[in-house]
C-alpha cells in the first residue's frame, strides 16, 4: 500500500477550534496534493504542496511536506462547521499522466 | 456551470448485466480519470485518457473496460457487473502534469444486486 496505517482516522471538533490530520506515503512523490469531499459531492482540491516546499498556506489551511520522513499534514485554524467533511491527501509520481494516489481519508466532523 | 458531469448518478444493475457509466466534461482537458470508491475509504484509479480513441489501466482496471470517444466525453463499462463492483465512481479530468489539479464530477452510486 501507498499508505501508512495512520491515514485512516476520524476527528470530532467543536467550532473555532484548530485541526491538523495527517498522512505518510511510502514511496516517492513530487507533489501532495489535498482534496476536499464532502456528503455526496466529488472531492475538490484545496491546497497543493511541491516535493521542493516544506509548508503552504491558504486562508485558514495549512499544508507541510516532510519528504526525510515521507509525511505531509493539513491544519485548518478557526473550524467553521462548513469545513466537516472528509479530507484526502493524494501523492504523484510527476509524468504527464498526472496520475494520483489517494489516501483512506480523514473524517472530520465540526460541531457548531 | 458545471465543468464534469456524469448520468447516471444512481444505477441499479443486476449480477451478469451490463452497465454503462458516462461522464462528459467542459474544460478542454485532455486527461480523463475513472476512480471508484468503496465506503469509507479514498479513492482508486480504474482507468485514465489522455487522448481521444485510447485509454490507459489505472491501479484497478480488472473487470472494466474504458471508453474515449471524443475529448469531452470518457465511459466506463462494466460487460458482467458483479456484487464486487457496488461502489461510488467518480469521474475527473485534467491539464495533466504532475501538479494539475484534478476536477471531478459528482459521482454515480452503482448497486449491484
Known amino acids: 500500500s501507498q499508505w501508512g496505517e495512520e491515514n485512516l482516522q476520524a476527528l470530532s471538533i467543536q467550532e473555532g477550534e484548530d485541526v491538523t490530520m495527517n498522512c505518510s506515503y511510502k514511496t516517492y512523490t513530487t507533489v501532495v496534493q489535498w482534496y476536499r469531499q464532502k456528503s455526496g459531492k466529488g472531492p475538490a482540491l484545496i491546497i497543493l504542496?511541491?516535493?521542493?516546499?516544506r509548508e503552504k498556506r491558504s486562508g485558514r489551511l495549512r499544508a507541510t511536506l516532510d519528504t526525510s520522513s515521507q509525511s505531509s499534514s493539513l491544519s485548518i485554524t478557526g473550524t467553521l462547521a462548513t469545513d466537516t467533511a472528509v479530507y484526502f491527501c493524494?501523492?504523484?509520481?510527476?509524468?504527464?499522466?498526472?496520475?494520483?494516489?489517494f489516501g483512506e481519508g480523514t473524517q472530520v466532523t465540526v460541531i457548531s | 456551470e458545471a465543468a464534469v458531469t456524469q448520468s447516471p448518478r444512481s444505477k441499479v444493475a443486476v449480477t451478469g448485466g451490463k452497465v454503462t457509466l458516462s461522464c462528459h466534461q467542459t474544460?478542454?482537458?485532455?486527461?480523463m480519470y475513472w476512480y471508484r470508491q468503496d465506503t469509507g475509504h479514498g479513492l482508486r484509479l480504474i482507468h485514465y485518457?489522455?487522448?481521444?480513441?485510447?485509454?490507459e489501466k489505472g491501479d484497478i482496471p480488472d473487470g472494466y473496460k474504458a471508453s474515449r470517444p471524443s475529448q469531452e466525453n470518457f465511459s466506463l463499462i462494466l460487460e458482467l457487473a458483479s456484487l464486487s463492483q457496488t461502489a461510488v465512481y467518480f469521474c475527473a479530468s485534467s491539464a495533466g502534469g504532475s501538479y494539475a489539479e484534478q476536477f471531478f464530477g459528482p459521482g454515480t452510486r452503482l448497486t449491484v444486486l
Open positions: 485518457s489522455y487522448v481521444a480513441d485510447s485509454t
Open positions: 474544460n478542454n482537458h485532455d486527461y
Open positions: 504542496i511541491r516535493s521542493n516546499e
Open positions: 493524494a501523492t504523484g509520481t510527476g509524468g504527464l499522466s498526472g496520475k494520483l494516489t
